[in-house]
């Protein structure tokens, strides 16, 4: 949706999502990380480049606490950061 020149209202949805799931999730739960992450690369999209560091950082310190450095989903988030590094060097 972001990618049509959505973003704010993308922003807005996914940060709703991840309230919900904070809301009813077990914290640990893997969902929350997959909505933090893509709440991530919005922002990025937005330009709010700070804070989408900030919340891929978050993201990987979660999964290396919570599921462990070796959970599948965890690359994403460290793929997701360096993207958005190698991005603002454009």
């Not at 969902?31 to 990987?60: N, P, V």
């Amino acid at each position: 949706m972001w990618r049509q020149g959505l973003d704010a209202q993308a922003e807005v949805m996914v940060s709703r999502a991840l309230g919900i799931q904070r809301g009813t999730l077990n914290a640990e739960d893997s969902d929350i990380l997959l909505s933090m992450s893509l709440l991530g690369s919005i922002l990025d999209d937005s330009g709010k480049h700070s804070a989408a560091k900030t919340i891929e950082r978050q993201t990987i310190a979660r999964y290396e606490k919570v599921l462990g450095a070796e959970h599948p989903h965890a690359p994403t988030s460290v793929y997701c950061l360096a993207y958005l590094l190698a991005n603002q060097r454009l």
